[in-house]
């Protein structure tokens, strides 16, 4: 196992967790994991215990470790240390263009967040050479039509960029591993490799 940390904060520990055989197996601590459906569903959890079925969890309790499985999907992890809450995202194509994101953002600011305080982790993903669609036209919601190639490949980097300006967290302040997940062996990709393995991305308040 390898840990890759994101520097969300100095009462933050995040990053991400590079596995050979599959994240729920190698862990070495517990953790809150997600049973995922590619939905907007958001869960505030108050303390670790069984997997719940959301694609976004938010928390203000220190220690509780939150868990995104992934293997091409994009996975975000959110703080403000200031006020005390982070967040974690499972952001596959549905959920992306279903602005689960900004709904995170959003539910963080309700619970005393500040937008341009956040601090944002982005993992390996499935870049825009590899995401090539059916019918994106169809497939993908209007109003992210802009980010359709020709070449029926769309851009969800761009999309989640976007949102995440528009949302109002700094450029300066999200850290992002642009790394593709099916042209990089050294990750998991259902794309590539039609696996059920999952690296992790993870974050936990300390203080």
Same mark, same amino acid.
């Given at each position: !196992?390898?840990?890759?940390?994101?520097?969300?904060?100095?009462?933050?520990?995040?990053?991400?967790?590079?596995v050979e055989r599959?994240?729920?197996?190698?862990? =070495?601590?517990q953790v809150q994991w997600l049973n995922q459906v590619h939905g907007t569903e958001i869960l505030e959890i108050e303390s !670790?215990? =069984?997997?719940?079925?959301?694609?976004? !969890?938010?928390?203000r309790v220190p220690g509780v470790r939150l868990l995104i499985k992934t293997a091409d999907c994009i996975p975000v992890v959110l703080a403000d240390e200031e006020a005390g809450v982070v967040a974690a995202v499972h952001a596959g194509w549905r959920g992306l263009t279903a602005d689960i994101v900004p709904l995170v953002v959003a539910r963080m600011v309700e619970l005393g967040a500040v937008a341009e305080r956040?601090?944002?982790?982005?993992?390996p993903s499935l870049g825009v050479e590899c995401s090539e669609f059916s019918d994106p036209r169809v497939e993908i919601p209007a109003k992210y039509h802009?980010?359709?190639r020709a070449d029926k490949h769309v851009d969800l980097w761009a999309i989640l960029e976007r949102q995440l300006r528009e949302a109002g967290v700094s450029e300066g302040?999200?850290?992002?591993?642009?790394v593709c997940t099916c042209c990089s062996p050294e990750w998991f990709s259902w794309r590539r490799d039609h696996d059920a393995r999952r690296f992790g991305t993870w974050i936990e308040l300390t203080r």
């Open positions: !196992m390898r840990f890759l940390p994101f520097s969300l904060g100095a009462g933050v520990e995040a990053g991400v967790l590079q599959d994240v729920l197996e190698e862990l =070495p601590f !670790m215990g =069984p997997a719940l079925t959301a694609d976004a !969890m938010v928390t956040l601090t944002v982790g982005i993992g802009w980010a359709i302040r999200v850290e992002w591993m642009r």
